[in-house]
């Protein structure tokens, strides 16, 4: 089939959101009684309480800022393999992502995600981080404990963040293991940010309305984005586009949120991402993506947008 052909075939609405939004929220759940069952056992692993923790003396005693993540030989979801299943062979999943990224997709990380709840994270801890824009926890939890991430809440980024020099060829895959509410440290994405491309960590972001925000990428352009709200039951899941906004709160329920999140890479042909990339009015690549860390991987900048939302 010649190209033309090809672009002119009807398009999955995966790419057309994508295209639209950078983001596409799946109809369709996936099995919520796997998920349900992952859950249990991933919370059988440890006590999602104070005791992920190291002591202030202790992390004072040696601070590790970098390599706090799950890694190859330490990722709590290389233990579950076999029980994944009913997320990367979910058809309508398969069906989806293959439209975007060719059907010879990879995946590039899989990892258990947690969001810590306030009441678990000891008092000391939260002073020190209070109006961080990155609060991934890595740092601080005890170096076993250091198979899945943990979040206190994360400002609004671009997942390209954590890729220099990368093009946006991937996607993010979220997956809620249980039902999220509000008050579960839901994803809140901003629809339409991918457009302006890669851009500099903390973003230039301003409120423009109740759900609304302007977002500036500091080379003249700019778009207005409505802020969504990812809840959704046990089995929800939605992707977005490596450019697109999104961030969440601290986790204000008395109990830990815990999400699966892969990072799907594109295959060796044209794809549906090519389409989706064509329309960005920015660059699909960064030589740096973030400002906010001193060269320890220390926070120097205190500012949140998310947390305004
Ligand atoms: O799960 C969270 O709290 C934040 C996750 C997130 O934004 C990410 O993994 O990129």
Known sequence: MSLARKLASPTHPAVEHLIADGAHVFDQRVDPKAAADLLAEIRATRHFDHRLFLSEAEFDADPQYTGVNPKPGRNLLERFEDRLGFVEQAPHIVEAVSAVLGPDYTILNKKVVCGVPQTSVPEWLRKRILGNPVNNLGAYVRPENRDVTYFYGIDFHQDLIDYKD??????????????????????????????????LFPHDLERSGPDHW??????????????????G????????????LHGTQPDAADHERISLRYLLAQGSGRAGIDEVNAALKGPLSLDETRNDLDAKGAAVIKANSVNKA
């Open 166 to 199: 990368r093009p946006a060829d991937f996607l993010t895959l979220y997956v809620y293991l249980h039902p999220v509410t509000k008050l579960d440290a839901p994803l809140y994405l901003l629809t339409g940010t991918h457009v302006l491309g890669g851009t």
């Open 214 to 231: 302007t977002y500036r990428d500091r080379r003249g352009g700019q778009v207005e984005a409505r802020q969504l709200v990812l809840t």
């Open 233 to 244: 039951e046990a089995g929800y899941a939605a992707m977005w586009h490596a450019c697109t």
